[in-house]
């Protein structure tokens, strides 16, 4: 699948204070700017499947843009195989516009902070009005219409006090699909990181009187894990497909591996309306790389870690895109004993231990992939119930 990230503007309506994002160039999308894009990608893509985001700045600042591409791509596309998400803030959100994504094959990522005195601590508006009831009333719809989403909660120094409580907020709130993002500037000094370990193991404790209630919901820092956890991969993660299989397009045509780097025209892979050199993605990449770097590799918990990822995030932070910073393995290694043990805790239960743990062990078997240990010992108690495998 080939995936387009479209910026419709650099423009935001608010001013975060973690956003990495704050351009010091402000640009908007036209519409004519717009219909040379689709046809781009439409021709470059070559009738594989695409996912194409919409993006910001705050991407409704230009709602208008959004109604036009998906319309065009109906009218002059219509075998076209398509699916839209966008990245908001959910503050301009409006009926017409939830019906219209509903309609459309969307899914939507809404950047949201959980309790107003959290999100209002660093999410600031520039008009000086306070969002958050609005913002948490537009969310509502959204789930209501069943549009596939995910709540993107920033952590910073500041909200880290109130992570638990967020959690619980959102989940009160039917908010059930969340995931925690790092301030990628934060810095865990001692106290601030023993905070973080007492927070996420609230977490952990409610998520599982929660699902012992029935009441499950989806923290993609523990569930997004267990894949991880249950299989023996060895150390396969590496970095997203970053000027590979996904571009980013600035609103002037410019294209991106990611939009970490949007701003740096090193970074620059051509321009919609001139030639694209799409091997630079690849050789910026691994030129990059350090090949020395051992330290992942040495790591007990590389079959779990996600710090290889996000590569050009890693670049921002240490200059090469196979080291992760010292915060990403910070809050790795926070997370791999808290998700192991709620991995332990959910086998215990029989209901629990086959609605959420046997899918995965299914799934690895079925793909021919390797349990870890704790995978072979999951599947081993799973079998004792009355009704495994």
């Known amino acids: 699948m080939m995936e387009f990230t479209i910026y419709l503007t650099t423009k935001c309506n608010f001013s975060c204070k973690y956003c990495y994002e704050d351009y010091h160039e402000h640009l908007d999308l036209s519409k004519e700017k717009l219909i040379e894009i689709i046809q781009f990608i439409l021709n470059y893509a070559n009738s594989q499947v695409i996912n194409i985001s919409f993006m910001g700045g705050e991407p409704l600042l230009k709602k208008d843009l959004i109604y036009t591409a998906v319309e065009y791509v109906k009218r002059e ?9 966008l990245t908001t803030n959910c503050s301009l959100v409006d009926e017409k516009f939830i019906d ?9 990522r809404i950047s949201f902070d959980g309790l107003e005195k959290a999100h209002n601590l660093n999410r600031i508006s520039k008009n000086g009005y306070n969002y958050h009831n609005k913002i948490v009333k537009n969310i509502k719809k959204t789930i209501d219409k069943k549009i596939p989403y995910s709540i993107r909660m920033t952590i910073a120094e500041n909200t880290i006090p109130f992570l638990f409580e967020n959690i619980v907020y959102l989940h009160e709130n039917k908010m059930d699909n969340i995931s925690i993002i790092l301030d990628v500037n934060m810095v865990f000094t001692d106290e601030l990181l023993e905070e973080f370990k007492k927070q996420i193991v609230m977490i952990k404790d409610y998520y599982l009187e929660e699902c012992n209630k ?3 919901f ?29 571009f980013k397009i600035m609103p002037n045509g410019d ?30 990449a691994y030129s990059l790389f350090d090949k020395k770097h051992s330290k992942c590799n040495q790591c007990n918990i590389q079959n779990f870690c996600f710090g290889m990822k996000c590569g050009y995030m890693n670049y921002l932070c240490t200059g ?18 808290i998700a192991r043990d709620l991995i332990i805790n959910l086998s ?31 599947k081993t108690k799973l079998c004792r119930y009355e009704g495994g495998y």
């Open 77 to 85: 596309y219509p075998y076209s195989k398509i699916k839209y998400d």
């Open 100 to 108: 219209f994504i509903s309609q459309n094959r969307f899914s939507i």
């Open 214 to 216: 029935g009441r499950k």
């Open 218 to 246: 989806s923290i993609d820092q523990f569930d997004g894990k267990f894949l991880n956890l249950l299989s023996d991969f060895g150390n396969h993660f590496t970095m997203c497909d970053a000027g590979v299989t996904n």
């Open 255 to 284: 294209l991106y591996p990611c939009g970490f780097v949007s701003d740096n025209s090193a970074f620059k892979l051509g321009n919609i309306k001139e030639s694209i050199n799409l091997e630079k993605g690849k050789l910026l």
């Open 320 to 337: 090469k895109v196979n080291i992760p910073s010292k915060l990403t393995c910070q809050f790795e290694h926070v997370y791999y004993p």
């Open 348 to 378: 215990e239960n029989k209901e629990k231990g086959k609605l959420i743990l046997e899918p995965y062990i299914n799934y690895i078997e079925i793909a021919n992939l390797k349990l870890s240990d704790l995978g072979r010992q999951i």
